[in-house]
Nanobody, 130 residues
Framework: QVQLMESGGGSVQSGGSLRLSCATSGYTQGTYCLAWFRQTPGDEREGVAS???????SYADSVKGRFTISQDHAKNTLYLQMDSLESEDTAMYYCAADRTLCSVYYGDGALGFMSDFAYWGQGTQVTVSS
């Protein structure tokens, strides 16, 4: 069974950095797509970044150049390094996984996916104060 658990959220001032972690289990072999999403109350969930088993990465335009997605295979952990944080980055952040390569598309700079993710973590809150 695939399990995901995020950590690393917190409060930080604008311009600061945080690194989110997502401990993963249950799928470490074969083809997969891992992604970070975020959501604020009343808004739709939005894709932030993704990485798949081919090493292909994708980012929403709003975070490109500031956020970096990576994974440590030995630790079965997905990361999201967030630098130069802005108040607009305040949200609940979720990691997600699916047993397929990432099929991404861009709409007005937003990162979208052609299929839904089967597995989700419980989320970790990031708050950026100006």
């Amino acid at each position: 069974q695939v399990q995901l658990m995020e950590s690393g959220g917190g409060s930080v001032q604008s311009g600061g950095s945080l690194r989110l972690s997502c401990a993963t289990s249950g799928y470490t072999q074969g083809t997969y797509c891992l992604a970070w999403f975020r959501q604020t109350p009343g808004d739709e969930r939005e894709g932030v970044a993704s990485i798949d088993s081919d090493g292909e990465t994708s980012y929403a335009d709003s975070v490109k150049g500031r956020f970096t997605i990576s994974q440590d295979h030995a630790k079965n952990t997905l990361y999201l390094q967030m630098d130069s944080l802005e108040s607009e980055d305040t949200a609940m952040y979720y990691c997600a996984a699916d047993r397929t390569l990432c099929s991404v598309y861009y709409g007005d700079g937003a990162l979208g996916f052609m299929s839904d993710f089967a597995y989700w973590g419980q989320g970790t809150q990031v708050t950026v104060s100006s």
